[in-house]
């Protein structure tokens, strides 16, 4: 989805990723490559190949969020500038030399081809205790 800032009302996100999920057919999710984010995140990823229906389901949530009132928080990465991933591994706590050599790792690694049907979305929050789950959320558009 995006980042919102501390405070922002949690059950108007989950209220409106629900809406957008009971409007969103399964999405077809292509391996793209491996990567990062680098400092400050240190995250290895799986980047997801941005397809026109993946990118089209992403703009729609963006608008859900908008009409719902959420905040269009400064700073928020576009919509086409969008990086779609699973993370792999957070490593926030590596030291530089330890990061050094995850990046080259990472670099060398390639998860060949695949693909695969989302029929749910899941919803997280980040702050100081790391990633947790807050909400999933089945894609129930007209072909699911």
């Known amino acids: 989805m995006r980042g919102f800032p501390a405070g922002t009302d949690a059950d108007t996100i989950r209220a409106t990723v629900r809406t957008w999920a009971d409007a969103t057919e399964p999405l077809r999710l292509e391996l793209d490559g491996v990567s990062i984010f680098g ?5 290895v990823v799986l980047v997801i190949r941005k397809t026109p229906e993946l990118a089209d389901a992403y703009r729609r949530l963006l608008d859900h969020s908008l009409q719902a009132g959420l905040p269009d928080w400064p700073g928020t990465i ?7 991933h699973i993370t792999v591994a957070y490593c926030t706590d590596l030291d530089e030399g330890a990061w050094k050599r995850t990046t080259a790792l990472a670099g060398q690694l390639s998860p060949g081809e695949g693909h695969h049907f989302a029929r749910y979305a899941e919803l997280v929050a980040f702050d ?15 072909g699911a």
């Open 39 to 43: 400092p400050p995140f240190q995250i």
């Open 78 to 84: 576009a919509p086409d500038d969008w990086v779609f």
């Open 128 to 142: 100081d205790r790391g990633e947790r789950r807050v909400g999933s959320f089945a894609l129930q558009g007209a």
